[in-house]
C-alpha cells in the first residue's frame, strides 16, 4: 500500500500505546506526596507516658542509629548513683532495662563502638517517661563527613554537588590552590569515612578542628 495509507493505523497504535500507559500508571496517593519529617536528632530523651503520682523506679529503652533509625546491638549502658554503678548491653533489638534502682539522681551514659557518645541525668523515681527512653547516637562517620561539609561546599563549584560527590572526587574538581589546602584533609576524611577500624572520638575531634582551619584559609585565597 502506498506509505500515507500506514499513517492511520500507526496514529491509531500511538493513541492505543499512550491509553494503556496512562491506565498502568500508579496514582500518586495522599501518602506518596506527604514530606517526610526528618530523624530526631542524636540525644537521649524520655518518652512520652508521664502518669501524675507513678512512682517507677525502672529506667529501659532502646539505642538507635541517628540516621537510619536502625537498632545499635551491643551498645554499652551504664546508671551510675552515689558511687554505685549498674552496667548493661543492648540487645539485638537494641533494648536495655535496668529496675529497681535507688531514689536519686542517677546519671546515664550510653557508647558503641564507632558512635558518639551521649549521656543524661534521671530523677528516680519518675512518671514513666523513661520507661520508653529513646537513646539515638550518630555514627563518628558521619560526624566526620559532617565536619567536612564546610570544605566542600567551598571546592563544590555549586553547592548542591557537595553532597552528591565524594572527598576525593571534590578535591579533583577544586582549583589547584584549594586542593594545595584541603588535600590532608580530605585523605583523613576518606579514612574516617570509609576505611576500617572505625575512626576514634578523637580522630573526629581533629578532622573537625582541621575543617575550620582549611575553610578559613579558603576564605582567604584570592582564587
Do not use: K, N
Request: glycine share 8%; proline share 9%; net charge neutral.
Amino acid at each position: 500500500a502506498p506509505w500515507p495509507w500506514l499513517l492511520l493505523p500507526m496514529a491509531i497504535c500511538a493513541a492505543a500505546i499512550f491509553w494503556i500507559s496512562r491506565r498502568s500508571a500508579p496514582e500518586p496517593t495522599r501518602a506518596s506526596t506527604r514530606t517526610v519529617p526528618p530523624p530526631p536528632p542524636p540525644g537521649i530523651r524520655a518518652g512520652a507516658g508521664e502518669v501524675r503520682g507513678a512512682t517507677h523506679r525502672t529506667i529501659g529503652g532502646r539505642v538507635l542509629d541517628a540516621d537510619s533509625g536502625a537498632a545499635v546491638p551491643g551498645a554499652r549502658i551504664t546508671v551510675e548513683a552515689a558511687g554505685e554503678a549498674h552496667e548493661a548491653r543492648a540487645d539485638a533489638s537494641g533494648a536495655f532495662t535496668f529496675s529497681d534502682l535507688a531514689d536519686g539522681e542517677h546519671h546515664l551514659q550510653v557508647s558503641a563502638s564507632g558512635y558518639e557518645e551521649r549521656d543524661a541525668v534521671i530523677q528516680i523515681p519518675h512518671g514513666g517517661r523513661w520507661l520508653d527512653t529513646r537513646v539515638r547516637l550518630r555514627s563518628l562517620r558521619e560526624v566526620a563527613v559532617r565536619h567536612y561539609r564546610e570544605v566542600a561546599e567551598r571546592l563544590a563549584p555549586g553547592r548542591r554537588w557537595w553532597a552528591l560527590w565524594t572527598p576525593r572526587e571534590l578535591l579533583d574538581r577544586a582549583q589547584r590552590s584549594a586542593r594545595r589546602e584541603a588535600a590532608t584533609l580530605t585523605e583523613a576524611v576518606e579514612r574516617a569515612a570509609y576505611a576500617a577500624p572505625h575512626p576514634s572520638p578523637e580522630d573526629v575531634t581533629e578532622i573537625g578542628q582541621r575543617a575550620r582551619s582549611v575553610a578559613q584559609a579558603l576564605d582567604a585565597s584570592p582564587d
